[in-house]
Every structure is written in structure tokens, then in C-alpha cells.
């Protein structure tokens, strides 16, 4: 893991816009519109 | 994920949305979540798009996977909680939450109605401080 890049507290969050499984593109710009993103990275489904 | 689906409400209650990242690919994502229910997107990140942005690239493990972490950022883009697993213990569903739930509380809602905001920034400084010391933040806060 390379924690430069990890953006911590405080910090503005990277931007993203990466397809959902139904292939609809989502992007953290519209993820936010609501007030606030819960953004989870997780392993993979193996 | 399953966890997260079964506070889903809570989080939009809360005034949050939630996505989660891996690099598998649709194929193998959609299947489990129809399977598990799950009624919030499961991004499938296979160029390591928003995986690298985010500096959790795992390239130890099956072609480059992601490191488990967790982030809550705000209608300013700002991170105001992260949980990185490879540096700290699991963070919880239940206390992104309450997290979730205390942001919402102070800031995430500013048009519903006038609140004390006494009382949220201070608990916020407090907790971002108690992170920095958990978490090990290396970036000065600017």
C-alpha cells in the first residue's frame, strides 16, 4: 500500500467514475450529491 | 458486503449513500449481488482506476487487488474518516454508522433545518485528532 496516495482526513477525496456491476458508470461526484459517501474497497468475490 | 447491505437504511437515513470497490469484473460482481440483495453499487474497478487514485493497489496478490479500507467523505470531497486495514484493525459497519450519523447530525443536511453546530465540529476535531493518532496520518493537516 503506498499511503502518499491515500488520501487521509481532511484531505480532498480523488474523483472516480468506474462502471457498477449492472454497467451503469458511477462517479464519486454523483455519489456525494446525496451529503455524504461511504466509499469501501474490498478484495474481490474468489 | 453483506453487512453493509443489512445497515443500508441506515446509512440513507443517515443522508449517506454507499458504493463499494473491488477490480473484479461484472461478471463475477453482479451474480453475488443479486445473490446477497445488495441494493447499493458494487463498482467493478478492473483498470485499478480508482484503486490506484486512492493508493490501495495490492499487486502482491492475483494480478493487483485491493488493499480493505473505508472512507467517508463529505459533500466537500473531504475525507473525514478513513480505516485502512492493513495498517489498523477492521472498521466495523457499526461504527461508520455512528460516524455517518454524526456527520449527518452536523453538516450533511444544512437546507432541512437550522442546527446547533456548538457542539459537532469540536466532537469532529476530536475524533479526527483520535484518528490521526489510531491511523498514523502522515500528511500535515493543512
Redesign the interface.
Known sequence: ????????????????????????I?R?DD???????????????? | ?AD?SDHLEG?RA???????????D?A???P??RELGIKF?????T?R??????????TR??GG???????????E??????A?E??ASRVSVEQ?LEL?RE??SGD??PRAKPRKHGVFPGLMFLR?GM??LRHG???P??
Not at chain 1, 12 to 21: G, I, N, Y
Not at chain 2, 65 to 75: G, L, M, T, Y
Request: with cysteine; hydrophobic share 50%.
Open positions: 500500500m503506498d499511503e502518499r496516495h491515500t488520501p487521509a482526513i481532511g484531505e480532498r477525496a480523488p474523483d472516480f467514475a468506474v462502471a457498477d456491476s449492472t454497467g451503469a458511477r464519486l455519489l456525494i450529491k446525496g451529503g455524504i459517501c461511504v466509499v469501501v474497497f474490498y478484495r474481490g468475490h474468489w | 458486503m453493509y446509512f443517515a443522508g449517506a449513500e454507499l458504493a463499494a470497490i473491488s477490480v473484479d461484472a463475477r460482481t453482479e453475488v449481488r453499487p458494487l463498482l467493478c474497478d483498470g482506476v480508482a484503486v490506484k487514485a486512492y493508493g490501495l493497489l495490492n496478490e492475483n487487488i485491493a488493499f480493505p479500507a473505508a472512507f467517508v467523505i463529505d459533500r470531497w473531504l475525507v473525514r474518516f478513513r485502512l492493513e495498517v461508520l455517518v456527520l449527518g450533511a443536511e479526527a484518528n490521526a496520518v502522515r500528511v493537516y493543512k
